[in-house]
């Protein structure tokens, strides 16, 4: 993975209460945000989509935090049965556990978003209703937010819905799962994108989205 700008990167551990999640933190020199990224549908901290995206926003002088919402064993059970990653609130408590333990470190200081992606997108709307105070703006990439669809009307930060314009049903999904919010939101649909985001310069549409509306709603940045 690129390395932040001028900053540091480092292995770590997020201690949560039953389950250390391993995941990578990388702050560059200056940041001005952080933002916590939330895999879903069996991916993990070392998804080379999210890596991707996650590279651009430090680009842009955003900290960034992926991590595993699940431990190695919970991992193993998912691949034989595909069962956890649809637990959302195993990974709505993960999320918000991680959001608490980033507080007590000193890039809890810094203004906080959430990327989400497939099921990881109904945690981070959920981890965001439950901490309105840490949580800034959030992005979900081909995100199940309606899965969470008992926390939307309680979510405050501002939400960027991004979907595949090939990706049918998750549109309709995130067209029916919009009208619960009372936050702030905008749906943008990357012409001939798939779920995964695998066309010819989908993901990079999809990492030009999320900064900006990270760096809006986070640090102000393009606000008049």
């Given at each position: 993975?690129?390395?932040?700008?001028?900053?540091?990167?480092?292995?770590?551990?997020?201690?949560?209460?039953g389950a250390a999640l391993p995941g990578t933190l990388a702050v560059p020199a200056g940041a001005r945000g952080l933002v916590v990224f939330a895999h879903g549908s069996g991916s993990g901290r070392?998804?080379?989509?999210?890596?991707?995206?996650?590279?651009?926003?430090?680009?842009?002088?955003?900290?960034?935090?992926?991590?595993?919402?699940?431990?190695?064993?919970?991992q193993e059970e998912d691949r034989r049965t595909a069962r956890l990653r649809f637990d959302i609130p195993l990974l709505a408590e993960r999320l918000t556990?991680?959001?608490?333990?980033?507080?007590?470190?000193?890039?809890?200081?810094?203004?906080?978003?959430?990327?989400?992606?497939?099921?990881?997108?109904?945690?981070a709307v959920a981890a965001a209703a439950r901490r309105p105070e840490r949580v800034g703006a959030v992005v979900s990439r081909g995100g199940r937010v309606d899965l969470a669809l008992r926390e939307l009307p309680e979510v405050r930060a501002p939400v960027l819905l991004i979907v595949g314009g090939r990706d049918a049903v998750v549109l309709?999904?995130?067209?029916?799962?919009a009208r619960h919010l009372?936050?702030?939101?905008?749906?943008?649909?990357?012409?001939?994108?798939?779920?995964?985001?695998?066309?010819?310069?989908?993901?990079?549409?999809?990492?030009?989205?999320?900064?900006p509306w990270f760096l809006r709603h986070l640090v102000g940045e393009g606000v008049q």
């Open positions: 993975m690129e390395g932040p700008p001028g900053g540091v990167e480092q292995e770590l551990r997020v201690e949560l209460p070392l998804s080379p989509r999210n890596r991707a995206v996650a590279a651009f926003l430090r680009q842009g002088g955003l900290g960034t935090l992926l991590f595993d919402l699940l431990t190695a064993e919970e556990g991680t959001l608490d333990w980033l507080a007590g470190r000193p890039e809890g200081g810094l203004p906080t978003g959430l990327f989400g992606a497939s099921t990881g997108a109904a945690a309709e999904l995130n067209r029916a799962a009372q936050a702030p939101w905008e749906l943008a649909v990357v012409p001939g994108a798939g779920h995964l985001f695998e066309e010819p310069g989908a993901l990079e549409e999809v990492a030009r989205l999320a900064r």
